[in-house]
């Protein structure tokens, strides 16, 4: 009996020992799954903040922060659907900023591009939060008014032009009043 109690003995140990073991190695294999979910969930949001970030690109002129003329293209053909399709009037406001060469001639490019930035955060302040401001290229800008007959053109085109009359616009060593030909449509 005692060479029987020896063996039943010494299997438990052994058991013992086996499931030490296995438990050290779950708890490892726990604490890999983990790490790499961490990690695959890091690499994730970053993923996600870049897709923000060129769907953001895709649709906006980098110096003004404004739509850039591809997306005024989208946000013009939903605008005629929905006028098609529901009779709802929109407006169109065309901008062409008048002596820009000049000012880029005179006081270099780093000063037309604060200009251009700086015509384009007066839009903004312009526009109501429907409307949808863009810069179509150069020194040419547009803003659709969703809703807006053109009396509401007009009306806005006048509200700009008189804030332009009123606020000088910083390009570094000057301040300039800026002017704009304005066409309702």
Do not use: C
Request: hydrophobic share 40%; proline share 3%.
């Amino acid at each position: 009996r005692n060479e029987d109690d020896f063996l039943t003995s010494e299997r438990a140990g052994f058991a013992g020992v086996r499931q030490t073991k296995l438990v050290a190695l779950n708890a490892s294999l726990e604490q890999q799954v983990a790490a790499k979910t961490a990690s695959l969930r890091d690499a994730l949001q970053r993923a996600e903040k870049t897709n923000v970030m060129i769907s953001h690109m895709a649709d906006h002129d980098p110096l003004t922060g404004l739509f850039n003329r591809r997306r005024m293209h989208k946000e013009l053909a939903a605008a005629v659907s929905y006028t098609s399709r529901y009779g709802d009037p929109f407006a169109l406001v065309f901008i062409d900023l008048n002596r820009f060469k000049t000012i880029n001639d005179n006081h270099g490019h780093d000063a037309g591009d604060r200009f251009l930035s700086g015509f384009a955060a007066l839009l903004e302040q312009t526009t109501r939060d429907s409307d949808r401001p863009g810069r179509w290229g150069g020194d040419e800008f547009v803003v659709l008014l969703p809703h807006s007959a053109m009396q509401a053109a007009q009306q806005f085109a006048e509200r700009l032009q008189d804030r332009l009359g009123r606020q000088s616009i910083d390009i570094g060593p000057v301040r300039i009043v800026a002017s704009a030909s304005i066409w309702p449509i």
